[in-house]
C-alpha cells in the first residue's frame, strides 16, 4: 500500500476530529466575543451558511478557512496544528492533549524552531578564523 493512498485512509478520521473541535472552539470564541455568523462571515468574506458549515464541524470545511477564523478571534491554533504535526511524522495523535488549551504547547513549538534555526543561521553566519600557531614569529 503506498504513503499516499495510507495517508488518505488514515488522515480522514483525524481531519475531521480537528474539523469538529475547531468548529466548536470557533462557535464558542464567537460568541464569546458577542459577534453573530452573520457578523464574523461578512467579516471573513465569506458566506454564513459557510461559516456554519465550519462550526458544525463539517467534514468538506478547509482547515485555511478554520486557521482564518481562529486567526481572526485571535484563538490558538494548535488544536489545528498539533494533531497535524503528528499526521506528518506518521505518529499517533495522543486525543488527550485536545482537552486542554494547546497555546502554551504550540508556543513552546514555535520557541525550538525558532531557537534552532537561529542556532543554525549563528553558525553559519560567525566567520572561521585562522588563528597563527603560538610561538610563531610575524
Known amino acids: 500500500m503506498s504513503r499516499n493512498i495510507a495517508a488518505s485512509?488514515?488522515?480522514e478520521p483525524l481531519l475531521s476530529y480537528v474539523k469538529e473541535l475547531s468548529g466548536k472552539r470557533i462557535e464558542l470564541a464567537r460568541k464569546r466575543d458577542g459577534l453573530t455568523?452573520?457578523?464574523l462571515a461578512r467579516t471573513l468574506g465569506m458566506g454564513?451558511?459557510?461559516l456554519r458549515e465550519i462550526e458544525s464541524?463539517?467534514?468538506k470545511?478547509?482547515?485555511d478557512d478554520h486557521l482564518r477564523c481562529t486567526y481572526h478571534l485571535s484563538l490558538s491554533t494548535g488544536h489545528i496544528l498539533i494533531p497535524l504535526l503528528y499526521f506528518g511524522q506518521n505518529m499517533s495523535y495522543p486525543f488527550?492533549?485536545?482537552a486542554g488549551d494547546l497555546q502554551e504547547l504550540e508556543?513552546?513549538?514555535v520557541e525550538v524552531i525558532s531557537e534552532r534555526s537561529l542556532t543554525k543561521l549563528t553558525r553559519q553566519l560567525t566567520p572561521k578564523w585562522r588563528t597563527a600557531p603560538i610561538g610563531a614569529g610575524g
Open 96 to 98: 488527550q492533549l485536545a
Open 9 to 11: 485512509e488514515a488522515d
Open 48 to 50: 454564513v451558511r459557510w
Open 107 to 109: 508556543r513552546l513549538c
Open 57 to 59: 464541524g463539517n467534514p
Open 37 to 39: 455568523q452573520r457578523d
Open 61 to 63: 470545511s478547509k482547515l
